[in-house]
């Protein structure tokens, strides 16, 4: 029988409210804890727990306080990635972030989706976790929503304030609720 957290692992249904779950968001609460209360120059790009924390991160990437993430070892950065201030990813699942790719303020990624069936939801606490992959050179503007199993490919453009509902192919501007193609 599977835990739930390898039921979460697996893309499977799985209850969010458990021990071992639990275990690990306490780790991530205490990473984000010190990266947004140590003084900037102490901290760095990231601070020492958040780093050790996430999934993959380089040197070159910045995350900027206040952070949120509900595991990070699910997030994957990479080389001069941006995180703006007021950044939340909630990843139940993978979420990957290319090179060079900017989040402005209060951008928001979410892998969970919980189970529409409200007896599931409220009383089971199912959910199940989708990734998130955003490819390189990507901006995404701020207060921008990103939903669960969503990729933005290459050198894509989210406007502020668009909630990303569907894929979005490379090199294109997405704007909106839900985001469609800016023409």
């Not at 996430?54 to 950065?77: K, M, Q, R, V």
């Not at 069936?117 to 409220?122: I, N």
């Not at 992959?133 to 990507?138: A, E, M, P, Q």
């Amino acid at each position: 029988m599977k835990t739930e957290r390898q039921k979460m692992e697996a893309g499977e249904w799985y209850t969010c409210i458990d021990d071992e779950l639990e275990v690990l968001r306490q780790a991530a609460y205490h990473a984000v804890y010190e990266h947004r209360t140590l003084p900037p120059d102490e901290r760095g790009r990231i601070s020492p727990a958040l780093r050790a924390l996430l999934g993959s991160a380089t040197d070159t990437t910045i995350i900027e306080a206040p952070f949120h993430c509900a595991y990070g070892i699910n997030i994957h950065l990479g080389e001069r990635v941006f995180l703006n201030a007021g950044c939340t990813i909630l990843d139940t699942a993978q979420v990957h972030i290319g090179d060079q790719t900017m989040l402005g303020p209060n951008v928001q990624i979410y892998c969970a989706q919980h189970h529409k069936d409200p007896v599931k939801r409220c009383e089971a606490l199912l959910e199940i976790a989708r990734p998130v992959t955003i490819g390189k050179r990507v901006w995404i503007g701020g207060a921008a929503i990103i939903m669960p199993g969503v990729s933005i490919g290459d050198e894509a453009i989210v406007g502020a304030g668009s909630v990303v509902t569907k894929d979005v192919p490379a090199g294109s501007t997405v704007v909106g609720n839900p985001a469609r193609m800016a023409g």
